[in-house]
T-cell receptor, first 113, second 116 residues
Framework: GENVEQHPSTLSVQEGDSAVIKCTYS??????FPWYKQELGKRPQLIID?????GEKKDQRIAVTLNKTAKHFSLHITETQPEDSAVYFC????????????FGTGTRLTIIP | KAGVTQTPRYLIKTRGQQVTLSCSPI?????VSWYQQTPGQGLQFLFE???????NKGNFPGRFSGRQFSNSRSEMNVSTLELGDSALYLC???????????????FGPGTRLTVL
């Protein structure tokens, strides 16, 4: 089955700097890659997702890139703010009626004021 | 639209008991998936229901089961509880419409289960 690896497990950046989180996946049939943000005690919330028919997607300060050949995708957060502090999870799915998301192990991002 | 809701939010049970958790999806969503979240294992897929049928299943023992009703609401049941079942149980709903890509999954707030 699918295996998703996520790095780093913890990341601290100065406010205003950029943060990058990387994930690799094993199943070449995976075609949907969402990123979720989970604040302490809260539910995971989708922040951005990408489908395999595009290589990059951007939404304000957040961007995701996908390299299908290398089977990895990355989350980029620019101009970080204290409210970006949370745990971020990447995930992968093969779609086609398969609603199973395989998650990475999470990255705890801390923004230092 | 109202978001995904889960009841109860907190549960305390003892070993050997059974528990039933409930999930109400976003109106119009037909797929409900269940995940277990623990500090050690992260987010792990339990199963997914679509049109009252289990469509996908993760690698959990048969003590974990679920069902979906005609209004898309879903329940999961855990029998013969073990200490290791203590976790946050999250459900997520999606449209699961036609097409090759998975639709976005929206998570509920979770049910925190503690097994003593």
């Amino acid at each position: 089955g699918e295996n998703v690896e996520q790095h780093p497990s913890t990341l601290s950046v100065q406010e205003g700097d950029s943060a990058v989180i990387k994930c690799t996946y094993s199943d070449s049939a995976s075609n949907y890659f969402p990123w979720y943000k989970q604040e302490l005690g809260k539910r995971p919330q989708l922040i951005i997702d990408i489908r395999s028919n595009v290589g990059e997607k951007k939404d304000q300060r957040i961007a995701v890139t996908l390299n299908k050949t290398a089977k990895h995708f990355s989350l980029h957060i620019t101009e970080t703010q204290p409210e970006d502090s949370a745990v971020y999870f990447c995930a992968a799915s093969t779609g086609f009626g398969n609603e199973k998301l395989t998650f990475g192990t999470g990255t705890r991002l801390t923004i230092i004021p | 639209k109202a978001g995904v809701t889960q009841t109860p939010r907190y549960l305390i049970k003892t070993r050997g008991q059974q528990v039933t958790l409930s999930c109400s999806p976003i109106s119009g969503h037909r797929s409900v998936s269940w995940y277990q979240q623990t500090p050690g294992q992260g987010l792990q897929f339990l199963f997914e229901y679509f049109s009252e049928t289990q469509r996908n299943k993760g690698n959990f023992p048969g003590r974990f089961s679920g069902r979906q009703f005609s209004n898309s609401r879903s329940e999961m049941n855990v029998s013969t509880l073990e200490l290791g079942d203590s976790a946050l149980y999250l459900c997520a709903s999606s449209l699961s419409g036609a097409g090759g890509f998975q639709d976005t999954q929206y998570f509920g707030p979770g049910t925190r289960l503690t097994v003593l």
